[in-house]
Nanobody, 125 residues
């Protein structure tokens, strides 16, 4: 009964910004660490960012550091991914993922038990 639903994807020009949302239901939201992954056509799913249940601990992949930030509002059961200075290489389907336990392997897909359906982000030149 755990459901994650991403929203906010779309088409944006290079250099622009976009904010993605991940709305959760069916779980005690504050107990879950949440990550964002992305997958471009023909490529493996790639770790982007993650945030602890409390929101006090975050990790950001080097490829997006300084441009992307993650935050959460546990009262609303929502995690946000703010994407600034977007580049064409950021084009991908973005997935929200959650797991009850934090892990040192936070960048690995298999560490997350629950996934959303994904939202398409396309950055034009």
């Amino acid at each position: 009964q755990v459901h994650l639903v991403e929203s906010g994807g779309g088409l944006v020009q290079a250099g622009g910004s976009l904010r993605l949302s991940c709305a959760a239901s069916g779980l005690t939201f504050s107990s879950y660490t949440v990550g964002w992954f992305r997958q471009a056509p023909g490529k493996e799913r790639e770790f982007v960012v993650r945030i602890s249940g409390s929101g006090r601990t975050t990790y950001i992949a080097d490829s997006v550091k300084g441009r992307f930030t993650i935050s959460r509002d546990n009262a609303k059961g929502t995690v946000y991914l703010q994407m600034n200075s977007l580049k064409p290489e950021d084009t991908a389907v973005y997935y929200c993922a959650a797991d009850e336990y934090g892990s040192g392997r936070y960048a690995e897909v298999r560490q997350y038990n629950y996934w959303g359906q994904g939202t398409q982000v396309t950055v034009s030149s």
